[in-house]
């Protein structure tokens, strides 16, 4: 069973999603790339600057990410659509850190939400051709000072 169906997408209102959401807010786009209207199992979402490209060791500053990742986010850790357009502020613009052995991660403060920090960290695949969001969650003031306190600033 696939990751998606095990979400059991077919029982959710997509209606009452759609009520609160507009073109302007971008996630009318992130809606259809969650229900599968872009046949693409994935999605770009940025291009990364070079520092950040460089710093994981990426051959591409393309950044992805799957459909049945957007779909956990969404379904199931309670992201609303109009908060996915924010991944690629926090990439660009938001406070970023190395975290690790080639690993980079981004906080970036929701305005709506001032407790919560938009959290995003990025991995390339062995040979470097592709970047993917690894990881995409709300943390908390504490858990950004734990991961940051182990970690190197960028920006």
Known sequence: VSRA?????????????????????????WFEFCQGINPAG????????ADIRRRLGAHTSIVRIRRDYVQKAVYKHGFKFEHLSMIET??????????????????YRDITNMNNNLFVALKTIADGSEVWIKSLHWKDEKDKRRIVGKSTKIR
Not at 8 to 24: K, V
Not at 90 to 107: C, D, T
Request: charged letters at 20%.
């Open 42 to 49: 994935y999605k770009m979402v940025c291009e990364l600057p």
């Open 90 to 107: 926090a990439i660009l613009s938001g406070a970023a850190y190395e975290n690790g052995r080639k690993q980079v991660v981004f906080f």
């Open 5 to 29: 169906a095990s979400l059991n997408l077919s029982s959710w209102d997509f209606s009452s999603l759609l009520l609160n959401m507009s073109e302007e807010t971008h996630g009318y786009d």
